[in-house]
């Protein structure tokens, strides 16, 4: 199950909000095929928004076949998003943590550590590995 | 399919002034509806004529299809929570669910109970000793419970705090998720609308100036800024609802179909915030849709 959050001052638009926070949970492991997503009537009772909004974003996310509506039942997740194994994915994310806690030891901050991962992002798309 | 509600021509004068006048409205069923305006724009006349609490002077109103005088039937699916809610004081909570159980037919008194347990409201206390979010949840609650079609709220939220706000919006939008009600609310806080409504009407000096889908709106006003000596480059058609200078920098908001600005200017989305401003500071702009594409969506 997903928790919802929404950050008000983002202005990133509601329903936008909503599109990506599961895909950010389906990339991460956090939901996974067959989950169901909260009904619109959870979401708005947790988040008090427009009962549309969250309506709108379930069935932008249908569109990507990421997930199906089966009327009376609820929204079940379809498919997952990343293409590694999970086995993969927790390997990278171990080799990754620990990178990131060197760098706070060579005395980085975020901010630098966020740049500095940017910057990695674009080189390797440079030199075509991505 | 027919709206919710529809006013042709609406006007109610208060002596010689009026407090509303030429109001043409088609609302749709099953929106959130905010109501907003300027203090004394007519915004509480325009819900008290609804609610059948007054005449109008000129003009009529319909509510789902039928016509407001005709049929006084039609007002037992409506319910109002007026501004600073009027709870009875010396009434407990439970006195006022009896008293709504008496007075309306459609009443769901298990619903209440329940509500009022899951939202931990005290239902043995005179209302007058609840605080002031605890009254809008209790008249919320009791508006609720006649399971009105269209649901009328007068500024609901102006005395709450920012929990209540929350507790009474989610309340609110709960219900319509389970109910598909149709609900007009008027508030000055623009930014807890932009979360839980869906249309917008802007009315300003007694009349209506906008009216519409507030994802419409938004896709189609522009905030185009730039430097000041630029403002006689922007194209001669371009609808502009406002302009303001400040200083070197000119900013326009324009309702933008395809139109073109120069390399001088830069567009970017208007917020809801930015768009009602906007609007209510020009009284002689208005965005109403045109009598055919009124007629499309009730079609549809």
């Not at chain 1, 309506?55 to 590694?84: C, D, I, W």
């Not at chain 2, 609302?27 to 609610?51: D, E, Q």
């Not at chain 2, 605080?131 to 709220?153: E, I, N, T």
């Amino acid at each position: 199950m997903i928790d919802f959050h929404l950050d008000r001052r983002s202005g990133v638009s509601t329903y936008v909000q909503l599109v990506q926070q599961v895909k950010h949970a389906l990339r991460l492991g956090l939901l996974k095929p067959g989950d169901r997503l909260p009904t619109a009537t959870e979401v708005v009772a947790a988040l008090a928004i427009n009962p549309n909004t969250v309506l709108k974003a379930y069935r932008e996310l249908e569109r990507e076949g990421l997930v199906s509506a089966r009327p009376g039942l609820g929204t079940f997740v379809e498919r997952t998003l990343g293409q590694a194994s999970p086995v993969d994915r927790a390997r990278l994310r171990r080799q990754l943590t620990g990178w990131v806690r060197s760098a706070y030891a060579a005395g980085m901050v975020r901010e630098d550590v966020e740049a500095l991962f940017t910057a990695a992002i674009r080189d390797a798309a440079q030199e075509g590995v991505a | 399919m027919s709206s919710a509600v529809e006013a042709i021509d609406l006007g109610r004068r208060y002596r010689r002034t009026w407090a509303l006048r030429g109001c043409s409205l088609a609302l749709p069923k099953g929106r959130v509806i905010a109501l907003v305006g300027p203090n004394g724009a007519g915004k509480s006349t325009l819900l008290n004529l609804t609610a059948g609490l007054l005449r109008p002077s000129e003009g009529g109103l319909r509510l789902f299809g039928e016509p407001l005088s005709a049929r006084p039937d039609t007002l037992a699916q409506v319910a109002y929570m007026a501004q600073d809610t009027a709870l009875y004081p010396t009434f407990t909570v439970t006195d006022l669910l009896t008293f709504g159980r008496r007075l309306n037919p459609g009443w769901d008194d298990p619903w209440a109970r329940d509500r009022l347990a899951r939202l931990r409201l005290p239902t043995d206390v005179p209302a007058g000793r609840l605080s002031g979010g605890q009254r809008a949840q209790v008249a919320l609650v009791l508006a609720l419970a006649k399971r009105p079609r269209l649901l009328l709220l007068d500024e609901p939220l102006a005395s709450l705090d920012p929990v209540a706000r929350h507790d009474v919006m989610a309340l609110l939008m709960e219900t319509v998720a389970q109910s598909g009600m149709t609900v007009l609310l008027s508030s000055h806080i623009i930014s807890d609308l932009a979360e839980t409504c869906d249309w917008l009407v802007a009315i300003n000096q007694g009349r209506v100036q906008v009216s519409g889908d507030i994802d419409e709106l938004l896709e189609t006003h522009k905030l185009i800024v730039g430097p000041r000596e630029a403002l006689d480059t922007l194209p001669e058609r371009l609808p502009v609802v406002a302009q303001t200078v400040n200083g070197r920098q000119a900013s326009v908001l324009a309702r933008v179909s395809g139109h073109t600005v120069g390399p001088a200017w830069t567009v970017r989305d208007a917020s809801l915030d930015e768009l009602v401003l906007n609007y209510l500071r020009r009284p002689e702009s208005s965005a109403l849709p045109g009598p055919t594409r009124q007629r499309e969506r009730s079609a549809s």
